[in-house]
């Protein structure tokens, strides 16, 4: 078992940025991949960054270039450094992480942290 927990959401202007935190705890060694997924009113789930063990990273093409995720394996913490940001960000964001293939690839979520971007 994985417990995640988001912070860092919260209310910024067009143009403003936040940082978004999310620890887990539990078994996390057994942890691969970590990342962050944001869901909009009427909308589905979406992708935002995912980072692998080795430090690999993903975006959506709508978050590039203003967006960072990083992971602190130390602190168990995962983070995503938003800037520049838009109304259209404005979203819950949720931590989500996949355990190694040995351990059946499963996946975990935080109970997720809300973005609103005004304009």
């Known amino acids: 078992q994985v417990q995640l927990v988001e912070s860092g959401g919260g209310l910024v202007q067009a143009g403003g940025s936040l940082r978004l935190s999310c620890v887990a705890s539990?078994?996390?060694?057994?942890?691969?991949?970590m990342g962050w997924y944001r869901q909009a009113p009427g909308k589905q789930r979406e992708l935002v960054a995912t980072?692998?063990?080795?430090?690999?990273?993903n975006y959506a093409d709508s978050v590039k270039g203003r967006f960072t995720i990083s992971r602190d394996n130390a602190k168990n913490t995962v983070y995503l450094q938003m800037n520049s940001l838009k109304p259209e960000d404005t979203a819950v964001y949720a931590c989500?992480?996949?355990?190694?293939?040995?351990?059946?690839?499963?996946?975990?979520w935080g109970q997720g942290t809300q973005v609103t971007v005004s304009s």
């Open positions: 989500s992480v996949t355990l190694a293939p040995t351990f059946g690839s499963r996946r975990y």
């Open positions: 539990g078994s996390i060694f057994s942890i691969n991949a």
């Open positions: 980072i692998s063990s080795g430090g690999n990273t």
